[in-house]
């Protein structure tokens, strides 16, 4: 089986959980959505160059790196075939401490077993304004726990409002951890916590993507 890999490369992870804490990133290529806001759309073209990589090939490149946390984003990780053997294979090691970022369309059933060892979820709830609202699968948030995430990436008051209203419909807060944050320099971070206040939204943690603070926003491979 081999994976289709845009990039990798260390950092500390900007976003999620983890933020804050080095990570080793495996972004692959392809995705099944198209949000208006995406920051790596590059990565989901049709001419986008990738590497083909075993999954022997990732984990080796992993253990060079001496970073425990991996994260495997994209694109959208969960549709590259033969993603669960990559996660058996990498999760099958206790030092790592594997992620993965996923977009909400894809069910998490399959994923979400009971096993000690699986990878944690931080899953997007994809608003009205990335346009990708109805392919959210609501079913998953009956197989999150508190080893995962849900992240709502509002664009406008009208996310804030539904965002809000997903989360208390869907007994988010005693399920897992919540995070808000914002398209990038859409909503101004102000504006945000001023409606958390308001809506008293309490165990909800607002999250900025601390890698474009700390790098030009454009950057890839940070
Ligand atoms: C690029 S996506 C890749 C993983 C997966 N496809 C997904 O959407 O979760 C990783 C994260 O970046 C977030 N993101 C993408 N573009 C953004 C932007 N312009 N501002 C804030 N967050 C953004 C997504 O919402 C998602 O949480
Ligand atoms: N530093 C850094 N942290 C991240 N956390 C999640 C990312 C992603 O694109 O999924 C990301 C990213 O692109 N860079
Ligand atoms: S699902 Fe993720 S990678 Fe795909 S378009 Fe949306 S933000 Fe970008
Ligand atoms: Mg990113």
Same mark, same amino acid.
């Given at each position: 089986?081999?994976?289709?890999?845009?990039?990798?490369?260390?950092?500390?992870?900007?976003?999620?959980?983890?933020?804050?804490?080095?990570?080793?990133?495996?972004?692959?290529?392809?995705?099944?959505?198209?949000?208006?806001?995406? /920051?790596?759309?590059?990565?989901?073209?049709?001419?986008?160059?990738?590497?083909?990589?075993?999954?022997?090939?990732?984990?080796?490149?992993?253990?060079?790196?001496?970073?425990?946390?991996?994260?495997?984003?994209?694109?959208?990780?969960?549709?590259?075939?033969?993603?669960?053997?990559?996660?058996? @294979?990498?999760?099958?090691?206790?030092?790592?401490? *594997?992620?993965?970022?996923?977009?909400?369309?894809?069910?998490?059933?399959?994923?979400?077993?009971?096993? /000690?060892?699986?990878?944690?979820?931080?899953?997007?709830?994809?608003?009205?304004?990335?346009?990708?609202? /109805?392919?959210?699968?609501?079913?998953? =948030?009956? *197989?999150?726990?508190?080893? /995962?995430? *849900?992240?709502?990436?509002?664009?406008?008051?009208?996310?804030?409002?539904?965002?809000?209203?997903?989360?208390?419909?869907?007994?988010?807060?005693?399920?897992?951890?919540?995070?808000?944050?914002?398209? =990038?320099?859409?909503?101004?971070?102000?504006?945000?916590?001023?409606?958390?206040?308001?809506?008293?939204?309490?165990? *909800?943690?607002?999250? @900025?993507?601390?890698?474009?603070?700390?790098?030009?926003?454009?950057?890839?491979?940070?």
């Amino acid at each position: 089986m081999k994976y289709r890999v845009a990039e990798i490369f260390s950092s500390i992870n900007g976003e999620g959980p983890r933020a804050g804490e080095l990570a080793v990133f495996v972004r692959f290529a392809g995705c099944n959505l198209q949000c208006t806001y995406c /920051d790596t759309r590059w990565a989901n073209e049709g001419g986008v160059s990738y590497r083909e990589m075993t999954g022997a090939e990732l984990y080796k490149q992993v253990l060079a790196t001496g970073i425990k946390n991996v994260t495997l984003t994209g694109g959208e990780p969960l549709i590259q075939p033969g993603i669960a053997a990559l996660t058996d @294979l990498l999760c099958q090691d206790p030092a790592l401490s *594997v992620e993965i970022e996923t977009n909400g369309s894809v069910s998490l059933k399959p994923f979400c077993t009971e096993a /000690d060892r699986r990878p944690g979820f931080t899953m997007d709830y994809k608003l009205a304004s990335s346009g990708m609202e /109805d392919k959210m699968v609501l079913a998953n =948030f009956e *197989v999150l726990t508190c080893r /995962d995430a *849900v992240k709502f990436v509002v664009g406008d008051q009208n996310d804030l409002a539904r965002a809000c209203e997903i989360i208390s419909a869907y007994g988010l807060i005693k399920k897992t951890a919540v995070f808000i944050s914002p398209v =990038f320099a859409h909503i101004a971070p102000s504006e945000i916590v001023k409606f958390m206040i308001v809506h008293q939204m309490e165990g *909800v943690c607002l999250q @900025l993507q601390l890698h474009k603070v700390i790098w030009d926003p454009e950057k890839r491979g940070v």
